[in-house]
T-cell receptor, first 115, second 110 residues
């Protein structure tokens, strides 16, 4: 247990569906992140939130829409996805995003399959 | 551009020592991380280097040479549970983003 939880753990959705991924951290951190992990590719940073404000949108298609209502919760809203969006989606949190050894604590991930 | 290179796979024997190398070419540098990721699980933090030299933490040590754009993770007294992927990641000072390498899958043989 890293103090970061994600639901659901597995999700299968059609290309016309709308779904949301949820992340919650119990560590009192100020920063939260969404990453995408595909087979044989490095972890790709998607979004960064610091103190509920989005500080990074790493050229992610608009079919992915993040929401951060408070420092403990992060959502990723999905709509009209493509099969190539099938991947493991990891949420992470860290104390801050500034300089320093602010290691990130990762959740267990949501395994998403788009059919 | 940003580029982080590490071997795709390595194999070592239980009880032995293994060194996983990482080289990076980035426009700037503000710290290097190593993470461990077991199959089907989330990455977990192992080490952080921002100055040159060796950081030791139990069976694991991490080394950094900023002038060479080079780091390694050293694992001693290997155990079967060390079978995992090891991710090297560099922080970009322009925006504090952390950029990950593809990871090295380490197989431990009995």
């Amino acid at each position: 247990e890293t103090g970061v939880t994600q639901t659901p753990r597995h999700l299968v959705m059609g290309m016309t569906n709308k779904k949301s991924l949820k992340c919650e951290q119990h560590l009192g951190h100020n920063a939260m992140y969404w990453y995408k992990q595909s087979a044989k590719k490095p972890l790709e940073l998607m979004f960064v939130y610091n103190f509920k404000e989005q500080t990074e949108n790493n050229s992610v298609p608009s079919r992915f829409s993040p929401e951060c209502p408070n420092s403990s919760h992060l959502f990723l809203h999905l709509h009209t996805l493509q099969p190539e969006d099938s991947a493991l989606y990891l949420c992470a949190s860290s104390q801050d995003t500034g300089q320093g050894s602010y290691e990130q604590y990762f959740g267990p991930g949501t395994r998403l399959t788009v059919t | 551009g940003q580029n982080i290179d590490q071997p795709t796979e390595m194999t070592a024997t239980e009880g032995a020592i293994v060194q996983i190398n990482c080289t990076y070419q980035t426009s700037g540098f503000n710290g290097l991380f190593w993470y461990q990721q077991h199959a089907g699980e989330a990455p977990t933090f192992l080490s952080y280097n921002v100055l040159d030299g060796l950081e030791e933490k139990g069976r694991f040590s991490s080394f950094l040479s900023r002038s060479k754009g080079y780091s390694y993770l050293l694992l001693k007294e290997l155990q079967m549970k060390d079978s995992a992927s090891y991710l090297c990641a560099v922080r970009d000072p322009r925006d504090d983003k952390i950029i990950f390498g593809k990871g090295t899958r380490l197989h431990i043989l009995p």
